[in-house]
């Protein structure tokens, strides 16, 4: 039996119990993954993720699996990464959205070639499409998306070949289901929705944990008939592709709508002044929830006005879900995997000094 924590991005880290048989499994769905059958043996895979989380040693595994180099690193900073990957010829690299960014301003800013990679694997929080094009024309390579969580391994893939700025729509999208992996989108009752519509995110495979660690109550809510409830939000098009809408405890609901806040901030990091973004509600009199933008500046700039970031989201957003307010600060609160922490967000607005 294995244990792996979670990364704590709705409260404490929790322990979660694996068999031996979810590990192969997770090595077989990669296995049996178009995605991954053109690493080779003369790969050298670099990962800046903590070990102790499902990501990081996920890719690990999965490139020693196929004989590659692996190289760990515990300091992200976009020149370790970039002097890794020159001095050890990386050809594949795994990143967060934010270290994505961090290192294609490092290059902007020193003016040095990218390095020249065969894949760029990211995940664990989402990006925007004015980075992941960026990241494309930079990096002049694949880019692989994973979606996944701790409890229930990778579940869904989105290959290099849709990310295809002609299909702008499936770049938006998590991709669809791993070999072995069934996903259904579920309503409150537990019925089934049909492709379309937004419910809970079910999972189920050979990759799902035993239980969490010392928490009965906890296994026996997120387990059910042999599903796993992500407690994430999202729907499934026409053709099997998972586009997320959020965690469900997280939702803001104002004036009597319903607004995920990872569509905002999906608009919200492709304004040039923003460099990272978490998108909460904070209580209303009038509204019930305030839809409120906390951001971190982009380069050494002040970051965008409330005005300026309302006209710059009206355009793809309704006017109900454009921010109400903005509070810029100097680092949003993150997991060790790069995860933001909505919870530790809403608790830094609690302070009358940082309210908005």
């Known amino acids: 039996m294995t244990i792996i924590y979670t990364s704590g991005t709705t409260g404490r880290p929790k322990g979660v119990l694996f068999k031996h048989g979810a590990v192969s499994a997770f090595q077989s769905a990669y296995d049996a993954s178009p995605q991954w059958d053109d690493w080779r043996r003369d790969d050298t895979g670099l990962s800046a993720m903590p070990n102790f989380h499902m990501a990081g040693i996920g890719f690990m595994m999965m490139g020693l699996a196929v004989g590659a180099t692996m190289i760990h690193t515990a300091d992200p900073s976009p020149a370790s990464l970039i002097a890794l990957c020159n001095r050890h010829a990386v050809t594949r690299i795994f990143m967060v959205p934010t270290v994505i960014r961090m290192v294609l301003d490092d290059i902007r800013r020193t003016g040095a070639p990218a390095p020249r990679l065969a894949g760029l694997y990211y995940g664990a929080s989402p990006v925007g499409s004015t980075l992941l094009n960026e990241g494309i024309a930079?990096?002049?390579?694949?880019?692989?998306?994973?979606?996944?969580?701790?409890?229930?391994?990778?579940?869904?893939?989105?290959?290099?070949?849709?990310?295809?700025?002609?299909?702008?729509?499936?770049?938006?999208?998590?991709?669809?289901?791993?070999?072995?992996?069934?996903?259904?989108?579920?309503?409150?009752?537990?019925?089934?929705?049909?492709?379309?519509?937004?419910?809970?995110?079910?999972?189920?495979?050979?990759?799902?944990?035993?239980?969490?660690?010392?928490?009965?109550?906890?296994?026996?809510?997120?387990?059910?008939?042999?599903?796993?409830?992500?407690?994430?939000?999202?729907?499934?098009?026409?053709?099997?592709?998972?586009?997320?809408?959020?965690?469900?405890?997280?939702?803001?609901?104002?004036?009597?709508?319903?607004?995920?806040?990872?569509?905002?901030?999906?608009?919200?990091?492709?304004?040039?002044?923003?460099?990272?973004?978490?998108?909460?509600?904070?209580?209303?009199?009038?509204?019930?929830?305030?839809?409120?933008?906390?951001?971190?500046?982009?380069?050494?700039?002040?970051?965008?006005?409330l005005d300026q970031l309302r006209d710059f989201a009206r355009h793809r957003l309704a006017g109900y879900k454009c921010p109400r307010a903005l509070v810029v600060v100097d680092a949003l609160p993150r997991t060790a995997s790069g995860k933001i922490q909505r919870a530790a967000v809403r608790d830094m607005l609690k302070a009358p000094r940082d309210a908005p």
Request: aromatic share 8%; hydrophobic share 40%.
């Open 138 to 305: 930079a990096f002049g390579c694949g880019f692989t998306q994973f979606y996944g969580m701790t409890e229930a391994c990778s579940t869904h893939v989105l290959g290099p070949a849709e990310h295809d700025p002609a299909r702008p729509h499936l770049m938006r999208s998590v991709g669809r289901p791993l070999a072995g992996v069934a996903c259904e989108i579920r309503r409150p009752d537990g019925a089934v929705c049909p492709p379309g519509e937004h419910g809970e995110i079910w999972i189920r495979s050979d990759m799902l944990m035993a239980g969490y660690a010392n928490r009965p109550e906890d296994t026996a809510e997120a387990i059910v008939d042999g599903w796993f409830r992500t407690g994430d939000g999202g729907y499934v098009d026409a053709e099997g592709y998972l586009y997320l809408t959020d965690r469900l405890k997280d939702m803001i609901i104002t004036g009597g709508e319903n607004v995920y806040p990872i569509e905002v901030e999906d608009v919200i990091i492709d304004h040039p002044a923003v460099a990272a973004v978490a998108v909460v509600g904070v209580p209303d009199p009038v509204w019930g929830e305030r839809v409120t933008a906390v951001v971190e500046a982009a380069g050494d700039g002040a970051g965008p006005d």
